[in-house]
C-alpha cells in the first residue's frame, strides 16, 4: 500500500508522513525532495530555471513512477500536486493508493507558515498576517475541489501529530 498526505502548505504532510511511516513501518518520502533528487536542484531552482511547466511535468512523471512501483510507503505530496495533470486521477484509481486530506483552517495555516515563509518562495514576499490569510483563503478555494476528492479527510485542528497519526492508523484497519 502507498499512503498519500495531502493538502496546504503548513499542514504537516511531512511531519506526520514520517511519524506515520515510523508507526507503520513504513518507509516515507517527500515527493518534492524525491523531484529534488532525481533533478538534482531544490524545486524553487526548478521553477526558476525550467519553468513551473517543467516541474509539473516532471512532478506528474515521478508521482505516476512512484505509486505504480512503489509498496510500504508513505508520500507527503506538494500542496500542488493534486491540481495538476492528472495526478488526482493517477492516484484514486490506484487501488493500492490510500488518499488522505490533510485539513487545517485557514487561520491555523496564516499562523504556521508566516513564521517561516522565508523558506517557501510562494509566500516569501507577503508581509503581513492580514495579505498571507487572503492569499491562502483564495488558494484553498482553488485547491480544495482537489483536495476534497482523497477518500479520507482528516481535521487536524487541535490535534496533536500522535492523535493524527491514530487516527489514520485506525481508519487503515
Do not use: W
Not at 518520502?29 to 530555471?49: A, N, R
Amino acid at each position: 500500500m502507498v499512503i498519500v498526505l495531502m493538502g496546504y502548505m503548513g499542514c504537516g504532510k511531512s511531519t506526520i508522513g514520517k511519524q506515520l511511516a515510523t508507526v507503520l513501518n513504513y518507509s516515507f518520502l517527500d515527493l518534492d525532495d524525491y523531484i529534488s533528487s532525481k533533478e538534482k536542484m531544490i524545486v524553487p531552482s526548478i521553477f526558476e530555471k525550467k519553468g513551473e511547466i517543467y516541474f509539473r511535468k516532471m512532478e506528474s512523471k515521478y508521482l505516476e513512477r512512484i505509486i505504480v512501483k512503489e509498496n510500504n510507503l508513505v508520500l507527503a505530496l506538494g500542496g500542488g500536486t493534486p491540481c495538476y495533470a492528472n495526478n488526482m486521477e493517477a492516484l484514486l484509481k490506484n487501488k493500492n493508493v490510500k488518499t488522505f486530506y490533510l485539513k487545517l483552517p485557514i487561520t491555523t495555516l496564516a499562523e504556521r507558515l508566516f513564521t517561516e515563509k522565508e523558506k517557501r518562495p510562494l509566500i516569501s514576499l507577503i508581509k503581513d498576517k492580514e495579505m498571507l490569510l487572503e492569499f491562502i483563503g483564495k488558494h484553498l478555494f482553488e485547491r480544495t475541489q482537489y483536495y476534497s476528492q482523497a477518500e479520507f479527510k482528516i481535521n487536524g485542528e487541535g490535534k496533536s501529530v500522535k492523535t493524527i497519526v491514530e487516527e489514520i492508523v485506525t481508519t487503515l484497519v
